[in-house]
């Protein structure tokens, strides 16, 4: 008797959603391992194309992966040594941009108190002063700095999993059955998401490149952190822009004043735009088919279960989940 046979539709349908509850509860629950790994896993996927380009060119499995482990750790440590050191600079000039912030809050309440207006009387003071703002900038850059010492135990992990990914079909001649099915299985349903992080990594490293010049070119403090910033959002999909774009346009206004704002936001939408429409649509084209619908929802839904780190990996678990249900659904037609 199957199990189509033994129960109604309805129940069929009850008994679904309560394991689809509990999965995602679970889920929600184990977000801070689940995020790590898979974070691990994002970075391992993008990183195989280097040894599985070096094992094509007739270098060994183990040469392969030992260079590329020595890349990965030698130009993993630089960039978490500059970025960390920017975050430092920027943390320790955060008093300078406090004081610029008072003195452009006196002279718009001197502006605007010539002409007769009052803004104690239409805006509570705590609101104009600069020490929330300033409070805000810290943590969020504290954040990111402690984030940077959970980066080294990823890049541990992506190691591991490096290691186990580029193994070739035929390097485990023993494993058979079960075991081979499920690392078939497995590599299957990773072909589009590699494409996805392959497409979204050149896309965003491009992206992130033009960012950091229009910022030398405006005069942005520390462009260097706000480009590896724009590249990580980059995986954020079509909202990942405007995070990205919000700390230098207030760091250029705050330095420079409103034109530099401006620039820095007109640049940011240009460059993005030029990526997305030109570049990225040809590529997307022949990797993956989510309607942006299904993308936004992914992402809204992900971000719910894991917290901020579920934004960065909505696309690649949405992409898997979505082959899942084509794959379950083509399974019950043909067993109908």
């Given at each position: 008797m199957t199990y189509e046979r033994s129960f109604p539709l309805p129940l069929r349908v009850l008994l679904s959603g309560a394991c689809l509850v509990i999965i995602v509860a679970g889920m929600k629950a184990a977000a801070d391992i689940l995020n790590t790994f898979l974070l691990s896993t994002l970075l391992a996927l993008a990183i195989l194309p280097l040894p599985k380009w070096m094992m094509r060119r007739g270098l060994s499995r183990g040469l392969s992966i030992g260079?590329?482990?020595?890349?990965?750790?030698?130009?993993?440590?630089?960039?978490?040594?500059?970025?960390?050191?920017?975050?430092?600079?920027?943390?320790?000039?955060?008093?300078?941009?406090?004081?610029?912030?008072?003195?452009?809050?006196?002279?718009?309440?001197?502006?605007?108190?010539?002409?007769?207006?009052?803004?104690?009387?239409?805006?509570?003071?705590?609101?104009?002063?600069?020490?929330?703002?300033?409070?805000?900038?810290?943590?969020?850059?504290s954040g990111i700095a402690g984030g940077l010492s959970s980066a080294l135990i990823l890049m541990v992990l992506a190691i591991l999993i490096l290691a186990e990914l580029a193994h070739s079909p035929d390097s485990h001649p023993d494993v058979g059955g079960t075991q081979q099915?499920?690392?078939?299985?497995?590599?299957?349903?990773?072909?589009?998401?590699?494409?996805?992080?392959?497409?979204?990594?050149?896309?965003?490293?491009?992206?992130?490149?033009?960012?950091?010049?229009?910022?030398?070119?405006?005069?942005v403090d520390f462009a260097v952190t706000w480009a590896v910033l724009a590249f990580f959002l980059s995986f954020i999909p079509n909202i990942g822009v405007l995070f990205a774009l919000i700390p230098p346009a207030l760091l250029a206004f705050i330095a420079s004043g409103w034109v530099s704002s401006l620039l820095v936001v007109g640049g940011f939408l240009l460059i993005n735009f030029v990526v997305g429409t030109l570049l990225a649509p040809q590529l997307m084209a022949k990797g993956l088919e989510l309607s942006l619908l299904l993308v936004i929802g992914g992402l809204v839904f992900w971000t719910w279960v894991l917290g901020a780190p579920g934004a960065v990996v909505s696309v690649p678990l949405t992409v898997v989940v979505k082959k899942l249900m084509v794959e379950w659904s083509s399974r019950s037609n043909e067993e109908d």
């Open positions: 260079l590329t482990l020595l890349i990965v750790i030698i130009g993993g440590l630089a960039a978490l040594s500059l970025l960390g050191g920017s975050i430092a600079g920027l943390i320790n000039a955060l008093p300078t941009y406090e004081s610029r912030l008072i003195v452009m809050k006196a002279d718009v309440e001197n502006f605007l108190s010539a002409r007769g207006i009052d803004v104690t009387k239409l805006i509570p003071q705590d609101l104009l002063s600069p020490a929330p703002l300033l409070n805000l900038a810290a943590t969020f850059l099915r499920v690392l078939d299985k497995f590599n299957e349903h990773m072909i589009e998401v590699r494409k996805y992080i392959s497409i979204t990594g050149w896309t965003g490293l491009i992206t992130a490149g033009a960012d950091y010049i229009l910022l030398l070119v405006v005069g």
